[in-house]
Every structure is written in structure tokens, then in C-alpha cells.
Nanobody
């Protein structure tokens, strides 16, 4: 059974930094695109950043220049380095990955359980 587990959230002051991690575990054959989404109270879930298996990246305009997504394929892990955090970055952050499990021949999306990021003084 494949699962994603996030870590690294917490409370940080404006201007501070946090690093989120999301590790995929289980019987995995391949991992394609990995991504981070966030959902603030009363708002829809939105894409923050994504990275392909070839390390191409894209970012939401609101985080460009402040957030960096990266991945370690040997560890099946994706990271989100968040710098210069603002109160409007407060949200639950979720990772998503497109994974081919070993017992199938097709890819499907998996989501983590989410980790809270709060930016406040």
C-alpha cells in the first residue's frame, strides 16, 4: 500500500523559513510528478509548486522567488523550502504524487494527510 507522509509544518514569524518534507512509502515502481498544494480556511485548495521526474519545476505566482521545490528520488521524497514567509502563506499544506505501484501497470494520484503552516507574529 502506497502512502505519503508530510512533516515540517509549524508556527513561524513573518519573514521566517520552514522546510516541508513528504516521503512516499510502500510498494512503488515509479514516481512521476510530485507537488505541493495548500488550502487556507474558506478557500479552495491551490497548487503551490510541482516538480517532474526530470526536475522541471513550476510555481504559483504568489510564491515565486520565495519557495523552492526539490526531490530526492533515492528517498522517494519531495521538499518545499519556504523563505520570506508571509501571513497569507498560512494554510494546510498537502503533497501529491503521481505513482505507479508495483502491483499495477498504471499511475494514480496519492495525497498526504496535510501539515499545518501558520505564519504569525
Amino acid at each position: 500500500q502506497v502512502q505519503l507522509v508530510e512533516s515540517g509544518g509549524g508556527l513561524v514569524q513573518p519573514g521566517g523559513s520552514l522546510r516541508l518534507s513528504c516521503a512516499a512509502s510502500g510498494s512503488i515502481l515509479l514516481i512521476y510528478t510530485m507537488a505541493w498544494y495548500r488550502q487556507a480556511p474558506g478557500k479552495q485548495r491551490e497548487l503551490v509548486a510541482a516538480i517532474t521526474s526530470g526536475n522541471s519545476t513550476n510555481y504559483a505566482d504568489s510564491v515565486k522567488g520565495r519557495f523552492t521545490i526539490s526531490r530526492d528520488n533515492a528517498k522517494n521524497t519531495v521538499y518545499l523550502q519556504m523563505n520570506s514567509l508571509k501571513p497569507e502563506d498560512t494554510a494546510v499544506y498537502y503533497c501529491k504524487a503521481l505513482i505507479v505501484p508495483r502491483d499495477t501497470s498504471y499511475a494514480r494520484e496519492y495525497w498526504g494527510q496535510g501539515t499545518q503552516v501558520t505564519v504569525s507574529s
